[in-house]
């Protein structure tokens, strides 16, 4: 009977029923859109999908703030910034591209940043402390191996990297964002291909500003924005930088930011400064891309490699972008982050 409807459906079609068909989907399109708002069952829907998830760790219990957008059963993805220290905010272009494709996300303040608690206690800034983190956080999100994706940006790769490595059971997919897997290898990187390609004269301003520690010279934040940031950050013109980014900066938090990146934004020297997990990458059984853009402050070889080394994984290049490829190279970017997570959510 249902063969014999499909030929009917299709006649319809073929002698100019344009208007049917266009009814139809309509009605396909509204009873999607029904089904991705469906708030059935759901305790976060007074906040509009926000709800503060308590965290508990070796010195107090504290809360961190996410956020839901859409219901999908078989991908909901969780949203890893960066910093460490920054915000959810810089993801909001995500807003423009995936509820029409019917994607599940969330946003999420990880414990220090701007919109979630932040203890001022240096014990709580580490790598193992904040998998734990994500880990309280998937759970109370109820999200599980069947649909619990992550996508971790810079800071948020290696913290993403970090979470696969111990609790890979309960992921479904990974997508590591302009994060190479070794500090020493981005450092190395930065000294041999990114400095020599700086403006010299405003190099050598930096690095005495730097060798003075005088990190909140208005003249070094300058020469870092006018010769770095616009090249190898986020590739427009700073006056036209988008909110959801001078939301991001204004709200960074430095107690956490210094104290794991380091001070200098022309290579890491923090708590994480020895952090490599290269030879690890080949245990990370679950479906991985990998995302490296062209005139990132990451090498985007390296990441190339990367991709390769994970049993499942996936490169997409962004020829156009930079550190920040979701806002310069953006549809490249969220067409590549789609494509995988249609790809891998159809398993």
Known sequence: MKNVMFVFVSSLVFFGCGQKTVETNQLISMQAESSYFDQTGRDDVLAGGVKMIPISTPVGDFKVWTKRVGNNPKI??????????????YFEPFDSYLP??????????QLGSYYSDQPNIPSLLDTDRFVEEVEQVRIALGLGADNFYILGHSWGGILGIEY???????????IISNMMASIPAYNEYATNVIMPNLNQEALAKIKAYEAAEDYTNEE???????????????RMPPEKWPDPVNR???HLNPEVYIPMQGPSELGASGLLVE???????????VPTLVIGAEYDTMDPKHMEWMSKEFPKGQYLYSPNGSHWAIFDDQK????????????????
């Open 76 to 89: 909901k993805l969780l949203l890893l910034h960066g910093g460490p220290g920054s915000t959810h905010e």
């Open 100 to 109: 029409q494709e019917g994607i599940e996300y969330y946003y999420y303040d």
């Open 164 to 174: 696969a490595l111990k609790y890979q059971h309960n992921l479904k997919g990974l």
């Open 220 to 234: 070094y934040q300058a020469l870092l924005l006018n010769h770095h940031y616009v090249k190898h950050v986020l």
């Open 248 to 250: 991001s900066f204004k």
């Open 275 to 285: 952090w490599d997990r290269t030879a690890d990458l080949k245990d990370i059984k």
């Open 332 to 347: 490249i970017y969220m067409q590549g982050v789609i494509k995988f997570l249609k790809e891998t959510g159809a398993d």
